[in-house]
Nanobody
Framework: QVQLVESGGDSVQAGGSLRLSCAAS????????MGWFRQAPGKEREGVAV????????YYADSVKGRFTISHDNAKNTVYLQMNSLKPEDTAMYYC????????????????????WGQGTQVTVSS
């Protein structure tokens, strides 16, 4: 069964931190490019960070570099997003996404490349 379940979203003040988790089924997790997209009201869905669960460097959107860190735990089939120094513009619904195979260096944040999506977890950052 394909499954991606996000958790960890919350409401925080600017400068605060949150850690999001995405628990995946073994089928979805294994040898997959997995990570996070987000979508704010009236905005297009945008990539945040992804990583290849089979081993590889993480990819980050320029807007979150230096503030967010993606990691994964193969034993738990889980991908995490540590978000520090949160800004109001980080407010969005955050979705876990996955696709089979390594992350594409040229299509890293093309949403259509990802086959599986979680239900989303809301992150709200107030100033």
């Amino acid at each position: 069964q394909v499954q991606l379940v996000e958790s960890g979203g919350d409401s925080v003040q600017a400068g605060g931190s949150l850690r999001l988790s995405c628990a995946a089924s073994r089928y979805t997790y294994s040898s997959s490019c997995m990570g996070w997209f987000r979508q704010a009201p009236g905005k297009e869905r945008e990539g945040v960070a992804v990583i290849y669960t089979g081993g590889g460097r993480p990819y980050y959107a320029d807007s979150v570099k230096g503030r967010f860190t993606i990691s994964h735990d193969n034993a738990k089939n889980t991908v995490y997003l540590q978000m520090n120094s949160l800004k109001p513009e980080d407010t969005a619904m955050y979705y876990c996404a996955a696709r089979g195979g390594a992350c594409s260096s040229r299509r890293t944040f093309y949403a259509y490349e990802y086959n599986y999506w979680g239900q989303g977890t809301q992150v709200t950052v107030s100033s």
